[in-house]
């Protein structure tokens, strides 16, 4: 072994990944005359507000495991350095307390833990095997005895059964350019895991759309993540979304900041390009007249498929595009039909999860 002093440190070694990713980043956007990519690092650890494990029986024992995702291969898991201090602090204090709890302990297979800046926690217990009144019973004490440790709500998951003993979210506050914005994460729902750098990339989009007077289309929009904090600089803010749960939550959280110009609907890409063409709306939305909006911006989020061909073909006709995307290689392929319509005008890295390959990014773009 070298001496110690001579290994990398931490630090060292995140920004190793970081200038690598830079590069890859930078090279898949160099035929678009993009210009360099402003990179928004991670912390190196503690940065995850959201984690899973599945649970490992072994005698009168059990533990935490993960599996490597390229031999598969199971090992155990104590502390986890991406986590944040919530989480590690609550791993093992769950594990201890149903350690000789047979009700609570028997046929677990899983904890999810889902956090938030603001130190809430909320742990899902799930099991092979039916939840009754006597777990129900067990489960109600362990929050009770877990109120020591601030705000805790537990979950209880089996097959066709989702078991709330309070509630099953948490609300986060992101603080955006100087102002609070208030979001409900729920269970099972999408919501960005690396809080600092999601911050990073609300300004970002923040900054690159400046102060207008016209009026924001956002497609892919969650649980109004982007949308909030951007209705400040528009006119009015319309988001679509497929997902019923993000969408109710979103327009909760519209009403937890009393934003007043900002409207989400759960509506498909490739309904709203339709509708966007001049075709029906769908008979629930009849009152969402897209006539009345003035469209100059759009926003867009993608899953890693990127845009299908009518939603592409449909942001080229804005005048300008800011496009948040989760695999740079299919964001790349849509600039090959972006390109002869817009410039990229700005790009961003956003280090969403340092240490593995994925890169977070962002272009903007305006019309030629």
Request: some cysteine; overall charge negative; hydrophobic content about 40%.
């Amino acid at each position: 072994m070298g001496n110690p002093s001579q290994e990398p440190t931490l630090a060292a070694l995140y920004n190793e990944q970081l200038q690598e990713k830079e590069h890859r980043l930078n090279t898949l956007l160099a035929p678009f005359s993009s210009p360099k990519a402003s990179v928004f690092p991670s912390p190196p650890q503690h940065y995850r507000m959201r984690a899973e494990f599945r649970v490992w029986h072994e005698g009168d024992d059990l533990f935490y495991v993960m599996f490597n995702p390229e031999t598969r291969e199971k090992y155990r898991v104590d502390q986890l350095p991406a986590a944040n201090l919530r989480i590690n602090q609550l791993m093992p204090l769950v594990l201890d307390y149903v350690r000789d709890k047979e009700i609570l302990r028997r046929k677990l297979f899983q904890v999810d833990f889902l956090t938030s800046t603001t130190g809430e926690a909320l742990i899902s217990m799930l099991y092979h095997k039916a939840l009754d009144d006597e777990w129900q019973a067990a489960i109600e004490q362990m929050q009770q005895d877990f109120s020591a440790y601030g705000k805790v709500d537990f979950i209880g998951r089996a097959r066709k059964q989702k078991v709330l003993v309070h509630c099953d979210r948490v609300t986060e506050c992101l603080t955006v350019n100087g102002q609070d914005y208030y979001f409900e994460h729920i269970e099972n729902s999408f919501t960005q895991p690396n809080a600092s750098v999601n911050i990073k990339m609300i300004e970002w989009a923040c900054a690159v759309a400046g102060d207008t007077q016209h009026d924001l289309l956002e497609l892919y929009c969650g649980n109004g993540n982007f949308s909030l904090p951007l209705a400040k600089h528009f006119r009015n803010v319309l988001g679509t979304e497929i997902s019923r749960n993000s969408v109710t939550s979103a327009q909760t959280n519209i009403a937890l900041n009393n934003i007043t110009n900002a409207r989400i609907e759960r509506l498909p890409a490739e309904e709203c390009a339709a509708a966007m063409r001049g075709e029906m709306l769908p008979s629930r939305l009849q009152d969402m007249r897209l006539q009345d909006y003035d469209f100059k911006t759009v926003l867009v989020d993608p899953p890693r498929a990127g845009l299908d061909a009518d939603t592409l073909a449909m942001v080229g006709e804005f005048e300008h595009i800011i496009y948040i995307s989760c695999n740079p290689e299919t964001l790349a392929e849509n600039l090959v039909a972006l390109q002869a319509t817009h410039n990229v005008e700005a790009a961003a890295l956003f280090d969403q999860f340092p240490f593995t390959h994925h890169i977070e990014a962002g272009v903007y773009l305006s019309k030629k």
